[in-house]
């Protein structure tokens, strides 16, 4: 597979997000990150349905939503609606996973479950063959322009062996201070989903930089 960049609207000029939706359609990215933050599982908060439903009207690329709030159950339906394709949880905040995944197929999006730094990827061995995309935050999160914690590293291969093995269609996403100087090496891990905000917005030219990423040169006999 090969591997796919989602450049995280987070990270967009809010005041001009129609001009940044449609960068990216004419990019080489694949996917549309959003970050939805509440205030309550992580300490900052982002933006909702309508701002959702709004750049959706000018997108033309999959829509995958990252839910960072407590009780996502509550409002899987709505995301569904004002335009995500993929929803991903947080296994830190769901209380009953699997009830949480079987709601967001029922909606009609594929099914993600997102793990903080410090959650363990074997806590994921017995939903692994009900989701699409298992998340590894590479941040704590919460906030953008965080350095890269470099266990993720580890966690992206122990995932992907499980993978092999329980889903190997899996999508492995690695979120937080990804950029040109480690893409490679996550890559060669396992991963092959990329978040990428701060990397592509603050790059002089963000369409160069998607290119970058989506490009990269990789060493083929590690992987």
Same mark, same amino acid.
Request: charge should be negative; include cysteine.
């Given at each position: 597979? *090969? &591997?796919l960049?989602? #450049?995280s609207?987070?990270?967009a000029?809010?005041?001009n997000?129609? %001009?940044?939706v449609?960068?990216?359609?004419e990019s080489e990215a694949d ?6 933050m ?5 300490p900052n ?5 309508p701002?959702i439903a709004?750049a959706? *009207? &000018?997108?033309?690329? #999959? ?7 407590v009780d996502p159950? %509550?409002y899987?339906?709505d995301?569904?609606k004002?335009?995500?394709?993929i929803i991903?949880v947080?296994y830190e905040a ?5 009830r949480?995944?079987?709601?967001i197929?029922s909606?009609g999006c594929?099914?993600?479950?997102a793990?903080? #730094?410090h959650?363990?990827v074997?806590l ?19 906030f953008g322009?965080?350095q890269f914690?470099p266990q993720?590293?580890?966690k992206v291969?122990?995932?992907k ?5 329980l ?7 690695v979120?937080?201070?990804v950029g040109?100087q480690?893409i490679a090496s996550?890559?060669?891990a396992?991963a ?6 701060n990397a592509v917005?603050?790059?002089p030219?963000p369409t160069?930089?998607?290119a970058?990423?989506?490009n ?8």
């Open positions: 597979m *090969k &591997h960049i989602a #450049p609207i987070l990270s000029d809010f005041a997000l129609q %001009r940044d449609e960068m990216i359609n996917w549309f990150h959003v970050d939805v509440d205030g309550v599982f992580v908060i982002s933006f909702g349905f701002v709004a959706k *009207k &000018h997108a033309k690329k #999959p829509f995958d939503v990252h839910l960072m709030i159950d %509550r899987i339906a995301f569904a004002a335009g995500a394709d991903t947080h769901c209380t009953h996973l699997h949480t995944i079987q709601l197929k909606v594929k099914a993600g479950v793990l903080n #730094p959650t363990p074997q994921l061995k017995d939903i692994l063959q009900d989701i699409d995309l298992a998340l590894v935050m590479s941040v704590n999160p919460g322009g965080q914690i993720t590293l580890n291969a122990e995932l062996q499980m993978s092999l093995q889903n190997p269609n899996l999508y492995i996403e979120d937080g201070g040109i480690n996550l890559i060669e396992g092959n989903v990329f978040v990428a905000g917005f603050a790059a030219s160069q930089m998607i970058e990423l989506k990269v040169q990789i060493n083929t006999k590690s992987i």
